[in-house]
């Protein structure tokens, strides 16, 4: 066993690498560059953290994520690492401390958000310091095309620049497209980089969208069917979070909330009471999540649509990180697309962006929208659509997604098809632009709404063709059309217009059909799971005593995963407690008496 897989087992307990993290390894160990494109649970942090402790002086991660430096700093504690984070969150005491113990060459690893790169303070305190490797993490961040762009990532270079020399320079990233990545090597400087691309998939994870007629209904029936599993729902705006929260609160959910509006004493105590396991639903918005290391998240339902794929990936992500099998839901409602557009063209005031570029990021974000529109409406396999959009080759069905297991059949819609298209074309004619699909809808069932009847549109023979018929059927035929591509919205103004496939149908060269389920899209509700029994439960119960007498959250004493495969493998001593996955020297002399002694007495051993 070379040095490499030694530390491997030692310090994380796993006898083999997964996918690409070998090479990203032995690359930086040979002073090489390297930008790792791996996804969320893909095991990125150990590309960096193995490579750290065989070089001399110390490794900096930049992180944007305060909740992240924590928690890995935590981690690394849990397994005889000492590492420490310099961010806002500490008092300029704790700072001082820091430094004077960075002086001392206690640390191996050190988080440092970037913006802290350029103070005085900090400069002072690493210029003795040997820096052997600099690793940027959420690399993406530093991309005017990426979904989380941050200016202060920039002077990451600067910060490279005063240094006496260059050390070894890694990124990494979970979501990025082939122009975020070559937006990453060239701002960052990376020469002549090992890329590594372990490719976009999440195995583990079963993808679905809804489109209920009530979510409020439809999220406490997926609520009850996972009672005793650990979740996040996301909501667009701080409105919704705070209705969503007191709506499960009154439903007998542990949840709490998280949101900028909050003060930062009750952000702080939520997000603990959350990742220590004493509210098991977080309702939040994106600005919670990105950063939290918590292993055991079973599900991720998104109650309205977020405004970008790379967003929602990122979002869902925080669900199975361990491995484990874990549910990633999204609450679809034509609504969500006004409030997303609504919130790309107000993002308020940045001072470091010219007028220009803050237009030419709008412009992005809603072709960016217009993608996440197409994932919730697609009757494709949604994984595939991911990884279509993240340019990674796929099957055309993965079995594991809600449109690949669903049970129906194909049935025509023809005849709606031509009038749905005839009423958008009969509605141009007349004003010489295209009205969005609400109002298009509208006609269709004959609807006396102000708006229509003051333009005129009851004049049109389209008005009222489809009055027969639910509204409901007519938005999901119109849908239909959309993800088939005989219609388009357009991206600014909302309009429903025509393609060129259009021409075919009402020509009659081409017949339309659609996928009708023999069971309703929304979720009956199911009973309460029981908690956890045999085993497993056992040990769970074990790890939840152990966390609360050190103060730290259940997955750092051991993950699911970890207690999973435990369970499995039921060990009696200490040479097969070592074989647990995720079990390393220092885990099992710190925990692996206690835990034996607990498998042995279940087991009447």
């Known amino acids: ?96 401390l820091v430094y004077r113990n960075v002086a001392a060459g206690m640390y191996k690893i050190i988080y440092v958000a970037p913006e802290r790169l350029q103070t005085e303070g900090f400069c002072r305190a690493v210029a003795g310091i040997r820096i052997s490797m600099l690793a940027v993490d959420e690399a993406h961040c530093i991309s005017q095309w990426g979904q989380d762009f941050r200016p202060s990532y920039l002077q990451i270079v600067d910060f490279l620049r005063q240094l006496p020399y260059r050390p070894v320079v890694s990124a990494f990233t979970a979501t990025a497209t082939r122009q975020v990545q070559e937006d990453v090597i060239r701002l960052l400087g990376l020469e002549n980089p090992l890329t590594v691309v372990t490719g976009f998939d999440r195995p583990n994870l079963h993808f679905q969208v809804l489109r209920p007629k009530s979510k409020p209904e439809a999220l406490c029936s997926l609520m009850a069917q996972r009672r005793h ?41 939520n997000q603990e009471d959350f990742v220590y396991d004493r509210r098991s639903v977080m309702v939040a918005t994106n600005a919670f999540g990105m950063g939290i290391n918590k292993s055991n998240v079973g599900f991720v339902i998104h109650y309205n649509m977020p405004q970008s794929m790379e967003a929602y990936y990122q979002e869902a992500g925080r669900a199975g990180r361990d491995g484990s099998p874990a549910d990633c839901i999204l609450l679809y409602a034509p609504g969500d697309v006004y409030t997303a557009k609504f919130l790309i063209q107000h993002p308020g005031e940045n001072p470091m962006l010219t007028p220009e570029t803050q237009q030419l990021l709008m412009t992005r974000d809603l072709q960016r929208l217009e993608k996440m529109i197409g994932y919730c409406k697609t009757e494709s396999c949604l994984r595939g659509y991911i990884l279509g959009y993240f340019g990674q080759p796929h099957e055309k069905r993965c079995h594991n997604c809600g449109n690949c297991n669903r049970q129906g059949v194909q049935v025509e819609i023809t005849p709606q098809a031509r009038q749905i298209l005839e009423c958008v074309r009969q509605i141009h004619k007349m004003l010489g632009y295209y009205i969005g699909p609400t109002a298009v809808i509208g006609v269709l069932a004959g609807s006396a709404e102000k708006r229509i009847l003051s333009l005129g549109l009851d004049s049109l023979s389209a008005y009222g063709s489809l009055k027969s018929q639910n509204r409901n059927d007519i938005r999901t035929w119109v849908q239909t059309l959309e993800s088939k591509g005989y219609l388009r919205t357009h991206p600014e103004h909302g309009g429903l217009f025509p393609t060129e496939k259009a021409g075919k149908v009402l020509s009659g060269e081409e017949q339309v059909f659609m996928f009708a389920e023999k069971a309703p899209a929304q979720p009956k509700a199911a009973p309460a799971l029981q908690p956890e029994g045999g085993l497993l439960g056992t040990l769970k119960s074990l790890r939840s005593r152990l966390a609360l007498e050190a103060g730290v959250p259940a997955y750092i004493v051991f993950s699911n995963a970890a207690l999973e495969d435990m369970a499995r493998k039921a060990p009696c001593t200490m040479e097969d407690f070592l074989k647990v996955k995720g079990v390393g020297q220092y885990k099992a002399q710190e925990y692996g008496e206690v835990f034996l002694a607990e498998i042995r007495k279940y087991l009447g051993k």
């Open 1 to 96: 066993m070379d040095k490499i897989q030694e530390l491997l087992s030692k310090y994380f307990g796993y006898e083999a690498f997964r996918e690409g993290q070998e090479d990203l390894i032995r690359a930086q160990l040979a002073r090489r560059d390297v930008f790792g494109i791996m996804p969320t649970g893909g095991g990125k942090s150990l590309c960096y953290q193995i490579p750290a402790l065989m070089m001399e002086g110390i490794t900096l991660v930049v992180s944007p994520l305060i909740s992240l430096m924590k928690d890995q700093v935590m981690a690394l504690k849990s397994v005889g690492v000492a590492g420490a984070y310099i961010n806002s969150s500490l008092t300029p005491a704790q700072i001082r």
């Open 229 to 269: 599993q650990c979740g996040i729902v996301y909501c667009s705006t701080r409105k919704e979070v705070e209705k969503v929260c007191d709506l499960l609160q009154e439903q007998g959910f542990s949840a709490t909330r998280y949101h900028a509006g909050l003060e930062d004493a009750e952000r702080r105590q």
